[in-house]
């Protein structure tokens, strides 16, 4: 047996790789106030990148300090469950003890492999109260006992910038105006309205949020209030929002981070749950910046669901994929991807190019347009879990991925996403207004994804879902490239007759060449959807509209992509 008396030291070194990632944390997001009010987009751009890789980043160098400091024997995994024990002694007061959990398993899987995990070296359970109540979150509150333009008024005194306000006065009748349109009228007279605002701003891209929730002592609505800094015109205060559904779609998972100052996170996170009760608390403390930790909810959630459920998992519907294979549990909301051992003679990538992809749809604005993911190494499922067609497939397409081992199965990497109806699918089943519905999201989302420099690649139907909240999603990695790096061509005249009747084309095409004009064909094999499109959308037919956008993003414009309806607002 190893020596044991190094355990309180073990355990203080990887709390101080804790401190010092939350450091650097939060000077990031500290700076997403003066990067707001300076308008610099593409240095908030640049910080939302280093702040996700910020955590790798800080996890590598702490397991190098531990394994320079102590020896191999002292570093044995028998010794571990001295150290979490010693651990939760220095967490126990801290007020982010739920993210130092999460930090201690990151620290742990970098020293030893998968197969050494249990919860009594780690925390797969969490030893932290759930979500504790020691203190309230942090907000501010307002009654307006019967005068909505002063309460309005006493808001924008307390949230205030360095930049003034462009029409602070025209802004704050026009959020009256959409207060009495959204809520009840006799709400409004009620003398028990209260309004309840989380102290700190949330940034995002080249928006600022303040979200709270409305509440009398029967009802509540959610509350969020995007503004806008318009350059050299000042803030602008740019709609008031109050339907849960559109609060949750601005959260949504198809979302870049937050940056929001939350000393206490667990009460913010609780905060959030009181006017989303329908988002998982997994996605909340994603949603603003917290993945890693995010990734723990998530699966302590799924493991307790196959715990306490039959649920097996099956082949998720929808076409099969030409390099991943996706299988999903019916009565839980994900699907789990894998990458296939042998790809489609048509798909011209390898599976480091595929990796590549999905982990950079992390570190760029998904704009509302792309589903989050998180990767997983070595997943161990109950046999009994599988529907035995689900596991013989995975296992014939992804033998090096999925193997058997006694009753378990080891999935040895794969993403998790959440799930949707393929567009394809829902297509399939839309009436005519639904259709057109449907259409008209999938082309504003290929636009959405080229303002945020990101060419889809493979824009089949079948590569985009519909959300519960009816929103086209992409999320089909293994060919997105920067929009920059594509290279999109007219097609050229022909030269002769002959040229013209080839079965081959007569021009040189290169890797990263497009030809807008060969998309209806391409993407629409049903005749009334592909003249809908055209109509709908047929500039993305047109290799200048593309060149055009990347001619802006090339020239440093952040373009604005806006997480919610402006009513009788510019589209700028």
Sequence with gaps: MPQQWPAADIARMVLDGFDDYREHFRQITDGARARFEQAQWQATQVASAARINLYEEKVSETVDRLRIAFDTDTLDVSC???????????????????LSETWYNSIFCGLFSHDLISDGCMFIHTTRPSLRRARAAQTRTYKPQGQLSGMLASIFADYRFSEDYADLPGDLRRLEAQLRENL?????????????????VLYRNKGAYLV???????????????????????????????????????????????????????????????????????????????????????????????????????????????????????????????????????????????????????????????????????????????????????????PSTVSVEGDTVLIRHCWTERRMTPLNLYLENANDDQVREALEDYGLAIKQLAAANIFPGDMLLKNFGVTRHGRVVFYDYDEICFLTEANFRHIPQPRTPEDEMASEPWYSIGPLDVFPEEFPPFLFADAGQRKLFDQLHGELYNADYWKSLQDAIRAGKVIDVFPYRRKGLDSE
Excluded at 184 to 200: I, Q
């Design 184 to 200: 009840p009228d006799w709400v409004c007279k009620d003398p028990e309205l209260s309004v309840e605002l989380f102290s700190s």
């Design 212 to 398: 709270g929730r409305i509440f009398t002592q029967d009802e509540q609505w959610p509350l969020v209030i995007p503004l806008l800094h318009r350059e050299g015109r000042g803030i602008q205060i740019d709609a008031l929002i109050t339907d849960e559904a559109d609060v949750s779609i601005i959260f949504s998972f198809t979302r870049s981070y937050f940056m929001v100052d939350v000393p206490v996170p667990a009460e913010f996170i609780g905060f959030l749950r009181r006017i989303l009760p329908g988002k998982h608390i997994a996605e909340l403390y994603t949603s603003i910046g917290f993945y890693k930790h995010g990734k723990s909810e998530f699966y302590r959630a799924l493991i307790n669901h196959l715990a306490n459920t039959d649920d097996q998992f099956i082949m998720a519907p929808g076409v099969r994929g030409m390099v991943m294979s996706v299988f999903t549990l019916p009565g839980f909301n994900t699907v789990f991807k894998i990458i296939k051992d042998r790809f489609s003679p048509s798909k011209n990538v390898d599976r480091a190019t595929v990796i590549e992809k999905y982990r950079l749809v992390k570190s760029v604005d998904r704009v509302g347009r792309m589903a989050d993911t998180q990767e997983f190494a070595d997943f161990r499922f109950p046999l009994g879990k599988f529907d035995p067609a689900c596991l013989e497939e995975l296992l014939d397409v992804a």
């Design 80 to 98: 571990w469950p001295l150290v979490k024990s010693a651990y939760i002694s220095l967490i126990d007061l801290r007020f982010d003890d739920e």
